[in-house]
């Protein structure tokens, strides 16, 4: 659901910044126009990454992170977001690194929703 909001959000925010992108391209340009251009453009990147953010969540990778543990991984690290690791269903995405009981380096990533626990996947 997260990472649907956040599709959607991202859609509207390019189509504000061709709004705004169009709208001053059309008039005489000056500073001012320059400057409202610059700070859409800003606002949306800052918008865009605070989305990303928080399509992780600390509470999952903490509980994944024990249940690797248990299952003999050690070395887990966070790697943010993973992108396309979970199914459509999932609200959460949140990426690892962790090194297996044999001491081969497995990848995957932590997926969960709201109502339901913490799937591990690996890549």
Same mark, same amino acid.
């Given at each position: #659901? +997260?990472?649907?909001?956040?599709?959607?959000?991202?859609?509207?925010?390019? %189509?504000?910044?061709?709004?705004?992108?169009?709208? /001053? =391209?059309? &008039?005489?340009? =000056?500073?001012?126009?320059?400057?409202? &251009? @610059?700070?859409?453009?800003?606002? #949306?990147? !800052?918008?865009?990454?605070?989305?990303?953010?928080?399509? *992780?969540?600390?509470?999952?990778? =903490?509980?994944?992170?024990?249940? %690797?543990?248990? #299952?003999?991984?050690?070395?887990?690290?966070? *790697?943010?977001? +993973?992108?396309?690791?979970?199914?459509? @269903?999932?609200?959460?995405? /949140?990426?690892?690194? +962790? !090194?297996?009981?044999?001491?081969? /380096? !497995?990848?995957?990533?932590?997926? =969960?929703? %709201?109502?339901?626990? !913490? /799937?591990?996947?690996?890549?």
């Amino acid at each position: #659901m +997260a990472h649907k909001i956040a599709e959607a959000a991202g859609f509207f925010g390019i %189509l504000l910044l061709g709004f705004v992108i169009g709208l /001053t =391209s059309f &008039r005489k340009k =000056s500073k001012e126009h320059s400057r409202i &251009r @610059n700070a859409a453009i800003g606002i #949306m990147i !800052v918008f865009f990454c605070l989305l990303l953010g928080s399509c *992780t969540s600390e509470h999952d990778f =903490s509980v994944g992170e024990q249940q %690797l543990e248990v #299952m003999g991984y050690h070395d887990i690290h966070e *790697t943010g977001y +993973a992108w396309f690791c979970c199914d459509d @269903n999932d609200d959460f995405e /949140t990426g690892f690194k +962790a !090194v297996s009981a044999k001491g081969d /380096t !497995v990848a995957g990533c932590f997926c =969960s929703t %709201l109502t339901k626990g !913490v /799937t591990i996947r690996f890549k």
